[in-house]
């Protein structure tokens, strides 16, 4: 596999699109896609959902591969790779745009959301409520990167679904890169997925949420360690809801687009052709192009 060479260049990714600013009455063109971002492939896990959830609409995706990992930064630098994944897809046009990083959404939410003029979803909120909504005991562990564990923005956004929950978060770094290289299944992910969750298990959670887009990849490891170490415990990401909450929000706004003629635009930052590969595995259908952009 040869991804030196990006195989098209920054036009690629602006043919034929018109800036999403909205018109003079302030309503943006509901025929314009989703923007989706995150630091490299983990978002597709919420792509892949919203996709589900809303198959009329196109979604116009950016995994910023050249950066790749965020979790590991500091919050300035989030922020600031964050705006520029956010300007990159607004000037190409969109409606609405969904951070699909929980790392960006627990530092940079209220930044993006003042800087831009349109709809900004981001994926704790979603999946905190899943949480709480999942557990019975309302013991919640959360696995997630070092800047979003740092953050507190989990137990903050779970207490604030409920006071009576108890959190307990632990990075888990190394899923990142992982992900990012295809490794999915095997000993080494088995082992790093076992020795994260370690903590959890002493915690006696009930709940494990997978705070970290790039996570649920990893998914049928996570699950089967978890229950072997804690019996009874169930991994939630945040995937499903925040579709739901984007359906929502795009029908209380009209901006929803009824026909099906849903359609995915993958744009990186670097690294095309391994991107694709993956992309491919994971959202099944024929092979998509990627091109590859600067920001
Ligand atoms: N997938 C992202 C998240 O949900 C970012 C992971 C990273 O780049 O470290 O946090």
Known sequence: MDDAAPESGERNGRE??????????GRLD??????????GLGGLTVVREIAAALPGERILYLGDTARVPYGT???????????GCARALVDRGVKALVVACNTVSAVALD???ADLDLPVIGVIEPGARAAVSASRRLRIGVLGTTGT??????????LSVSTRAEIVAHP??????????????GE???????????????????????????????????????????????????????AAELAGLLAERSLAIP?????????????PRSFAEVTTRFLGGPPREVHVIDL
Do not use: K, N
């Open 16 to 25: 034929g699109r018109a800036g999403g600013a909205p018109d003079s009455r």
């Open 30 to 39: 509901p025929r314009l896609p989703l923007g989706v971002f995150d630091s």
């Open 73 to 83: 930064r500091s919050a300035a630098t989030v922020v600031r790779y964050a705006q």
């Open 111 to 113: 930044v993006l959301r």
């Open 149 to 158: 564990v740092a953050s507190g923005a989990y137990p903050r956004a779970v």
């Open 172 to 185: 888990a770094p190394l899923l990142v890169p992982l992900v990012e290289e295809g490794w999915l299944d």
């Open 188 to 242: 080494v992910p088995r082992l790093a997925v076992r020795r994260y969750l370690e903590p959890l298990a002493r915690a006696d959670v009930d709940v494990i949420v997978l705070g970290c887009t790039h996570y649920p990849l990893l998914r049928p490891i996570i699950e089967e360690e978890a229950r072997a170490m804690m019996g009874d415990v169930q991994v939630v990401d945040s995937a499903h809801a925040t």
């Open 259 to 271: 026909e099906p003629r849903g359609d995915i635009e993958l744009l990186v930052t670097d690294r």
